[in-house]
RNA sequence: GGUCCAGUGGUGGAAUUGGUUUACACGCACGACUUAAAAUCGUGUCCCGAAAGGGAUGUGGGUUCGACUCCCACCUGGACCACCA
């Protein structure tokens, strides 16, 4: 009988559904295990085989779990609020609530397509309503705590696209959509304070099990870093000046001292310096020249702000200039200068600063150069010190502890962390996303400030306006809707004004797995309080999360801020939301990115209708490591194909075939189950897919002799893979009545798996020089004996000092 | 510029407490079947060499009886971050 996939794989989606079989039992689970991969957002044509790759890799584990007894809980649903979707529409003309139901209709047919095993019935979006009353109600909960503020800050500006834009979508200081250069604008904006959990967003990071590769990233994106803040007074002012230094070793090199353009203190600073306006205009053009283009060290521009410090550390009154590479968001604004950093020792070169250097290399040669100023040296680790007198002629590296106690001491400096991390900036200027719920209560009414909508008034619903398109005033378009932003203060009841702006997409999904348990409890369109569900101490925190690289530092560093707060906030039970994580790869196409401009997007379904679910699921996860992605050829498709055609061929032919023993189909059977089951486990998909290709060589070469056993086990070893082939030959072949997917997965006998016999490696000096075939576990003696008689290595062995024997493995003779 | 990762046949890739380099698959070549092609099946396929043998995991060095694997320097590619003091 010919292998119909169109017809098998339908048919089985449908029986699936109607049996329930991935829907566990939420409230009697013996063994709950929630396998959660990253919903994708529906921003354009379609689901590109790009998401079928994640959402493949992930289901095939949760399959694993799922024979292997667990009660696995696979949800599905959609990102769909935010930019991305927004711009989408924007570009094909809807709006984006109508295309938003199109997208959604498409998204669910096409997942429906790759046959995973998800939990249908609660799969949620977050444009919902019911969804981000949520959404809304934790961001009232953060304000409450003083975690949401307002603040002034630089936001990113398409003149072009007349529009603010999210950071993620400046690519090299210019705008994803058009390649304008983007500007930075003054806008006051809600920003959430990550900042508060900096230290515990770092510490964590050691107690959970994420792919190391992300923990790295969130490491460095953190950025902690100890250092000294020196202060010292400005002279003829009545101002103190507080300076942070990482690499301080060569403390005493200072010579001059830079603020940034834009630093708060810089006015007060200038109060009575006569040319004051002209530097003003000066860091006002640096301001606006600021993120255009790539920062080019060589380039520092500088004015000399006419005041003068007194260096705490004794050497006089140094120079303060404002310097365009000066940042007022890290450290103090205000930095201490010398000629042991690249950027310092270019400025005072560019603008005749007097230099001192006091840090050298051992080489003398090398060490004139530096004295001589020729060159700059920056080396903290491998330098010697000159001064103070306390520390000369000795490494920088073995000082710097005693540095710090040294200046702390002489009371000099006090050591200080800092953190890169800067607060979560949640304000959109757009349109498809969920209104901020805030009021705030003017002048001409009671001033009674920012409001939180009340919890009952929750969700502020986001009306269906016409005009959503950006309108470049830094207003939402929302700005527009009297209806909307036209409401009564909460607390005094007087004329007040809605916020107008809209959160972040990252808000959205940084909360969506609690929401998936909450849509359990009532399977209509309602969310009830997803932080008092019962079912979320079973059930949470996940229990596998996998998902792109691509948000190491965004979505996953936010989710687990918020599940930090929500645990401060006694709503959740956990500080971490994902113990364990694993990053995929990313999937190219013909060694390019697969992007829409390029044209080389492929679109799952063609694949689909012409090979079938379960051959593109294989060739996805052969290609290469899940973790490191691949490189998409049509050509590879072939192989899988082929297989999957034999495959078929042998359970048509073995159920009529005898069901005599056979010893060494046996071993490898159970070599097969222990080698699969564990590169499942390790999301070595690849190598697991080619041990079954080994297995079926194996048993077409043994035709006559595979028993029933033999084939349901390999049949079950095949059925992440391959869902809906392992369920047609489990059911409708072997005359199962339950799913292959519930049934047990194999395990193996630990005595079968053994090999009797080896290739033992004899060689000579390291060579090979032969492989004999010996039983395992012989001694020494015994090798040497029968290497010593092969043929090959006769001639070698006049003169053997000293015999080297690994037990199974080889003999090496050493002469 | 910083951080991290990778470099193995014609191609995707296998191989890790250091122990037979190239599993599995694609491609290619030849053969079978066919009027023919596709599909399928079989055989072969790292390089040099008739063979014996030699060489080969980006390059150069080191440690070791033995290195794709560990150490040092460099080259190339990729990812993320990027004026972070």
Same mark, same amino acid.
């Given at each position: 009988m010919k292998y119909d996939h169109n017809k098998v794989e339908i048919k089985w989606h449908r029986k699936w559904l109607a049996e329930k079989i991935y829907e566990p039992s939420f409230k009697f689970a013996k063994n709950p295990f929630y396998n959660l991969m990253m919903f994708p957002y529906p921003s354009a044509e379609g689901l590109h085989v790009?998401?079928?790759?994640?959402?493949?890799?992930?289901?095939?584990?949760?399959?694993?779990?799922?024979?292997?007894? $667990?009660?696995?809980?696979?949800?599905?649903?959609l990102d769909g609020f935010g930019i991305h979707s927004e711009n989408y529409a924007l570009k094909i003309g809807q709006h984006p609530a109508d295309q938003a139901k199109i997208s959604q209709k498409n998204f669910y047919r096409q997942l429906g397509l790759i046959g995973n095993g998800f939990a249908w019935n609660e799969r949620l979006e977050t444009y919902d309503p019911e969804y981000y009353k949520w959404t809304q109600w934790i961001f009232v909960q953060m304000f409450k705590k003083g975690l949401a503020y307002r603040k002034k800050s630089p936001v990113n500006w398409c003149p072009s696209c007349k529009t603010v834009l999210a950071d993620e979508q400046v690519v090299a200081g210019t705008c994803e959509r058009c390649d304008s250069v983007?500007?930075?604008?003054?806008?006051?904006?809600?920003?959430?304070?990550?900042?508060?959990?900096?230290?515990?967003l770092l510490n964590n990071l050691e107690k959970i099990d994420w792919s190391e590769r992300i923990k790295i990233a969130q490491r460095n994106w953190i950025g902690k870093s100890e250092g000294l803040i020196f202060s010292s007074p400005v002279k003829d002012t009545n101002l103190i000046i507080e300076t942070f230094s990482t690499h301080f070793e060569a403390f005493t090199a200072d010579t001059f001292v830079v603020i940034a353009p834009d630093h708060p203190l810089l006015s007060r600073l200038l109060d009575g310096v006569p040319n004051k306006s002209e530097i003003l205009v000066f860091c006002k053009r640096i301001i606006s020249e600021r993120k255009k283009d790539h920062y080019d060290k060589k380039d520092s521009? &500088?004015?000399?702000? &006419?005041?003068?410090?007194?260096?705490?550390?004794?050497?006089?009154?140094?120079?303060?200039?404002?310097?365009?590479?000066?940042?007022?968001?890290?450290?103090?604004?205000?930095?201490?200068?010398?000629? $042991?950093?690249?950027?310092?020792?270019?400025?005072?070169?560019?603008? &005749?600063?007097?230099?001192?250097?006091?840090?050298?290399?051992?080489?003398? #040669? $090398?060490?004139?150069?530096?004295?001589?100023?020729?060159?700059?040296?920056?080396?903290?680790?491998n330098g010697y010190l000159t001064e103070p007198p306390e520390f000369a002629g000795r490494k920088a590296e073995d000082i710097r502890r005693e540095i710090v106690k040294y200046v702390v001491k002489k009371?000099?400096?006090?050591?200080?962390?800092?953190?890169?991390?800067?607060?979560?900036?949640?304000?959109?200027?757009?349109?498809?996303?969920?209104?901020?719920?805030?009021?705030?209560?003017?002048?001409?009414?009671?001033?009674?400030?920012?409001?939180?909508?009340?919890?009952?008034?929750?969700?502020? *619903?986001?009306?269906?306006?016409?005009?959503?398109?950006?309108?470049?005033?830094?207003?939402?378009?929302?700005?527009?809707?009297? *209806?909307?932003? *036209?409401?009564?203060?909460?607390?005094? &009841?007087? #004329?007040?004004?809605?916020?107008?702006?809209?959160s972040d997409t990252f808000l959205d999904s940084a909360w969506y797995y609690i929401a998936y348990l909450a849509k359990i409890t009532n399977h209509k369109s309602q969310i009830t309080n997803p932080f008092s569900n019962p079912l979320n101490k079973n059930w949470l925190p996940v229990n596998m999360y996998i998902g792109g690289a691509e948000h190491s530092v965004l979505h996953l560093l936010y989710v687990r801020f918020l599940a930090m707060v929500f645990h401060d906030l006694g709503l959740v039970h956990f500080e971490e939301p994902f113990p364990k994580f694993r990053a995929h790869g990313l999937l190219i196409k013909d060694g390019a990115k697969m992007s829409k401009s390029k044209g080389n997007v492929v679109n799952p379904d063609e694949y689909i209708s012409r090979h079938g679910a379960d051959a593109l699921r294989m060739y996805l996860m052969f290609i290469g490591p899940f973790g490191q992605g691949g490189d998409f050829r049509d050509a590879g498709m072939k192989g899988v194909t082929r297989f999957l055609d034999r495959v078929w061929k042998l359970s048509q032919i073995s159920n009529v075939k005898?069901?005599?023993?056979?010893?060494?189909?046996?071993?490898?059977? $159970?070599?097969?189950?222990?080698?699969?089951?564990?590169?499942?486990?390790?999301?070595?998909?690849?190598?697991?897919?080619?041990?079954?290709?080994?297995?079926?060589?194996?048993?077409?070469?043994?035709?006559?002799?595979?028993?029933q056993v033999e084939l349901e086990i390999f049949v079950k070893l095949l059925a992440p893979f391959a869902p809906h082939m392992a369920e047609e030959i489990w059911r409708e072949v072997l005359g199962n009545k339950e799913s292959i997917h519930v049934s047990e997965w194999p395990k193996h006998d630990s005595k079968l798996v053994k090999e009797s016999e080896v290739d033992l490696v004899v060689q000579v000096n390291g060579k090979t020089r032969s492989v004999i075939r010996v039983k395992v576990g012989l001694s020494q003696e015994e090798i040497e004996?029968?290497?010593?008689?092969?043929?090959?290595?006769?001639?070698?062995?006049?003169?053997?000092?000293?015999?080297?024997?690994?037990?199974?493995?080889?003999?090496?003779?050493?002469?």
């Open positions: 790009g998401n079928m790759y994640a959402f493949t890799g992930a289901d095939i584990y949760g399959r694993l779990k799922r024979m292997q007894g $667990h009660d696995v809980f696979e949800p599905i649903g983007v500007v930075k604008k003054e806008l006051e904006q809600w920003f959430f304070k990550i900042t508060n959990y900096a230290e515990k521009e &500088g004015i000399f702000t &006419g005041r003068y410090t007194v260096d705490p550390v004794g050497n006089g009154n140094l120079p303060i200039w404002v310097a365009s590479y000066a940042l007022a968001e890290y450290g103090t604004g205000i930095v201490k200068c010398s000629a $042991h950093d690249e950027r310092d020792f270019a400025f005072e070169k560019k603008y &005749g600063i007097k230099l001192k250097p006091v840090l050298f290399p051992k080489d003398p #040669e $090398h060490r004139k150069k530096i004295e001589d100023l020729e060159e700059c040296y920056t080396d903290m680790v009371n000099l400096a006090r050591p200080v962390t800092k953190y890169k991390l800067r607060d979560w900036l949640i304000s959109r200027q757009r349109y498809w996303g969920p209104p901020i719920p805030m009021i705030f209560c003017g002048p001409p009414a009671g001033g009674c400030g920012w409001q939180p909508v009340p919890e009952e008034d929750l969700p502020v *619903k986001l009306p269906y306006i016409k005009d959503f398109k950006p309108t470049g005033t830094n207003q939402s378009p929302l700005a527009s809707d009297e *209806k909307f932003y *036209k409401v009564e203060c909460p607390k005094c &009841g007087g #004329e007040a004004r809605r916020e107008t702006d809209v005898s069901q005599k023993d056979n010893q060494g189909l046996e071993k490898r059977t $159970h070599q097969t189950v222990k080698k699969v089951t564990e590169d499942i486990e390790n999301l070595n998909y690849n190598t697991a897919i080619s041990a079954l290709m080994i297995l079926l060589n194996e048993m077409e070469e043994s035709q006559r002799e595979i028993s004996k029968t290497a010593r008689s092969d043929q090959n290595i006769l001639k070698y062995l006049d003169s053997v000092k000293k015999i080297i024997f690994v037990k199974d493995k080889l003999i090496n003779f050493v002469s």
